[in-house]
């Protein structure tokens, strides 16, 4: 069944298409490449200029950006997270393709969810990034189910060459599906025609998954095999793909110091609105025994467990979540559209006092970061923040008794969209780092480079007086681990060492915080600040009550020291 279209619904699609560029776009290359975004990006290097190195498992990243900075000739911030930005900007055209299984406005209130969710944003300004993986599997899913086998097995293809993100996203599906069968097999026998006309759809989509026609099969191995080798040229593309599977499940075998608590938080916190619509449909749902709700429900768990278990959890394994809660949410905001023209002042003044009542909650809460928490002054506004909830329930009840229900729930519901997609919006303009690296986000990767671009300048400004090129310079890093400062240096002649050879003299030297005698005696020293990591662990509740209303949050710093010869400065 394909669901009738309304009008001017593809220029709606054009502007959430438009609004994910600006938002994955904007100020792309200002903040430095971390070690887990610099490591594939030195890879994608070296591969544009002819070298050979061994591929960490994700080579479609690291193939199609060598492309890239071969044709522009090096490598940049910006180029190294642009084709993340453009995959991840045109995930927001994929609920168009399932015109078969949602109808059009959750669609594209879905499109827009996808546009300006803050972790589908934050992961599409990361290099190597599981952005991809999540774009694939939907763009395949969606041709399956069109029966256009010949895309599924284009995009099935690009899918498995996405890095290790793709196995929780296949782990947490396929638990899901199997869990939600075993659901159907003791449903009651009263079943509409439309939910028996839905499971027909869904088993369709699951044969024609495994369904290796030539139609699919041909262009599965063809893009496999051109994608993943860079048209036979970098061979080892394909035992990158292959090395997923170990990296996945070293995932299992590698503990983590993020706390289970933290994930539920991240989510509470960023897509509070989505979370919200979502635990809403999911109790109606269950209640009314909606099947479709009730598989989405159960991928949304599986995969929050899944990411809540996983010993090596991040915050951005939380993806294949989001995908679930944000379509759940959208199916429930599209129930409170068809408002009546008769009904809409009343809608109106119910969704002005929930705001009013939420901004008042808001403004509340964050006056608390200002007042020790066993003060007077902090107990008072804490049970202003609870007397405002309560107020606000109280408040949709009158009105549903004096009016009705339809307008305490329309209106209800408007205002929290208002009130807190704000709210989420902020959150995506962060976790994009468009306030800048000095306020912390849980959707960044860690230990983020602050003076990544001063030490670049440093030792190109350095390098031009002393040896007459600005990136002439040898330089040579001494006992530190660092992909991000190799990638920052990437232009110089880069050799990395335990320990410095007594009988060189490189024209640079980058050292870990400690004075050398050596060094001392032959080098000039100036020390950066290198890699910053909020102290998420180690804080107390008004830290995290600062950190969600003023993004403030302890950092704690790694110093490095840049040596330069002595016969390089001008004086000497």
């Known amino acids: 069944m394909t669901y009738r279209h309304f009008k001017h619904e593809g220029w709606l699609y054009v502007l959430a298409f438009l609004l994910a560029l600006t938002l994955r776009f904007t100020q792309l290359g200002a903040m430095p490449l971390t070690d887990a975004e610099a490591a594939p990006a030195l890879q994608a290097l070296r591969i544009s200029q002819g070298s050979s190195p ?21 490598g940049t911030d910006f180029l190294a997270r642009l084709i993340p ?95 939600f069968q075993a659901f159907k097999s003791r449903r009651n026998s009263h079943t509409s025609a439309e939910e028996l006309q839905e499971d027909s759809q869904t088993a369709r989509l699951a044969t024609s998954s495994f369904r290796f026609s030539p139609a699919f099969f041909i262009p599965f191995i063809i893009t496999f095999l051109s994608a993943g080798t860079l048209f036979f040229i970098v061979p080892k593309g394909l035992s990158a793909a292959l090395a997923s599977i170990p990296a996945y499940i070293n995932s299992w075998l590698i503990p983590s110091n993020v706390p289970a608590a933290r994930i539920f938080l991240s989510l509470l916190l960023y897509q509070p609105l989505a979370f919200l619509l979502a635990m809403i449909i999911i109790i109606r749902g269950w209640a009314n025994g909606a099947r479709r709700v009730i598989f989405l429900s159960i991928w949304f768990l599986v995969s929050l467990l899944l990411v809540v278990f996983l010993p090596s959890r991040q915050t951005a394994d939380l993806a294949w979540t989001l995908i679930p809660l944000l379509v759940l949410a959208s199916m429930e905001l599209a129930r409170n559209v068809n408002i009546y023209p008769e009904e809409r002042s009343e809608v109106a003044g119910v969704a002005f006092l929930t705001i ?116 002439s310079g040898s330089v040579v890093i001494v006992g530190l681990e660092s992909p991000a400062l190799e990638w920052t240096l990437r232009e110089h002649q880069v050799q990395v060492v335990d320990t410095l050879d007594a009988n060189s003299s490189p024209d640079f030297v980058v050292t870990p915080f400690e004075t050398d005698p050596t060094l001392v005696a032959a080098y000039r020293g100036q020390d950066f600040s290198w890699r910053l990591t909020p102290m998420w662990d180690t804080t107390l509740p008004s830290d995290w009550i600062r950190w969600i209303t003023l993004r403030d949050m302890p950092q704690i710093g790694e110093t490095i020291i840049l040596w330069a010869r002595d016969d390089l400065f001008l004086d000497r």
Request: aromatic content about 18%.
């Open 54 to 74: 061994v591929l960490a498992p994700h080579p479609f990243y690291i193939l199609s950006t060598s492309i890239l900075f071969f044709l522009y000739g090096g």
């Open 85 to 179: 930005a453009l995959v991840g900007s045109l995930l927001v055209f994929a609920p168009l393709l399932f015109d078969t299984r949602i109808r059009p406005r959750p669609s594209l209130i879905f499109a827009f969810f996808i546009a300006l969710d803050p972790g589908l944003t934050a992961l599409s300004r990361q290099a190597a990034s599981s952005i991809f993986a999540i774009t694939f599997f939907i763009f395949a899913a969606a041709c399956f189910d069109k029966n256009k086998y010949g895309f599924a097995g284009f995009f099935a293809a690009l899918f498995l060459l996405s890095g290790p993100s793709i196995w929780p996203g296949l782990l947490g599906l396929g638990i899901a599906w199997a869990i």
């Open 356 to 471: 009013f009542i939420w901004v008042f909650a808001w403004l509340d809460f964050s006056s608390m970061v200002w007042f020790p928490t066993d003060t007077r002054e902090y107990l008072i506004r804490f049970w202003l923040l609870i007397g405002s909830l309560i107020l606000l329930v109280i408040s949709l009840v009158l009105v549903a008794a004096g009016w009705s229900i339809r307008t305490a729930r329309f209106g209800g519901v408007w205002g929290l969209v208002i009130a807190l997609g704000v709210l989420g919006l902020g959150g995506t303009f962060g976790s994009a780092g468009l306030r800048g690296m000095e306020f912390p986000e849980l959707w960044w990767s860690p230990s983020i480079p602050m003076q990544a671009h001063l030490l670049e300048a440093t030792v190109r400004e350095i390098s031009e007086f002393g040896v007459g090129d600005d990136t």
